[in-house]
C-alpha cells in the first residue's frame, strides 16, 4: 500500500450547502431559480396537474370494476401447521392466536392445504379449500365452517 495509491472515500466529499453565500456556487436562490411557485417551501404542481387543464386521466371514461373496500382479507394457515396441536383438540382462531401462529385480527381464517396433518381435530373457521377439508377429515377431524369478525355469510 502506498500513500499516492490510496483512493478517496465517499465521506471525504463535502456535501453542498445549499444557501451559504455566493462564493458557494448554490448561494442566494440555491437552485431554485427567481419566485415562484417552485421556489416555494413545499411549493410544486401535485402529479398529473396540467395546468388548469383538465387532466387526462379525468378525460378518459372510467372503466371496470374494484372491489377493493370490500375486499375481506383472510388469515391464511395451512394444514401442515394444525400439528402444533394435540389429538382430539380444537382449533380456532384463539387457539391459534395463542400458539402464536396469527398476530392480528383479520376478517376471518382459511385453512389451506398444503402439507400433511396426521391428527384428529376439530378445525373452526370461515374458509376451506377442498383439499384442506380432505386432509382434515381423513385425519378423522371435523372441519366446520363458522362466521368470523367481520365477515358476512356468502
Known amino acids: 500500500m502506498k500513500l499516492n495509491a490510496l483512493a478517496t472515500s465517499q465521506q471525504t466529499e463535502k456535501a453542498y450547502r445549499k444557501g451559504r453565500g455566493l ?9 431554485r431559480g427567481h419566485k415562484g411557485q417552485k421556489a416555494r417551501a413545499g411549493g410544486g404542481v401535485r402529479p ?3 395546468g388548469g387543464q383538465m387532466p387526462i386521466y379525468m378525460r378518459m371514461p372510467k372503466r371496470g ?15 401442515s401447521d ?3 396441536f394435540e389429538d382430539g383438540s380444537v382449533v380456532d382462531f384463539e387457539a391459534l392466536c395463542l400458539k402464536g401462529l396469527l398476530k392480528k385480527e383479520l376478517d376471518g381464517l382459511a385453512i389451506l392445504g398444503d402439507g400433511l396433518l396426521d391428527k384428529k381435530l376439530t378445525v373452526k373457521a370461515a374458509k376451506f379449500t377442498a383439499a384442506a377439508k380432505a386432509k382434515i377429515e381423513n385425519a378423522g377431524g371435523t372441519a366446520q365452517e363458522v362466521r368470523h369478525g367481520n365477515v358476512s355469510d356468502d
Open 23 to 31: 462564493g458557494s456556487g448554490n448561494g442566494k436562490t440555491a437552485g
Open 48 to 50: 398529473g396537474f396540467e
Open 82 to 84: 394444525l400439528n402444533l
Open 65 to 79: 370494476f374494484s372491489n377493493f373496500r370490500y375486499k375481506k382479507n383472510y388469515a391464511e394457515i395451512n394444514v
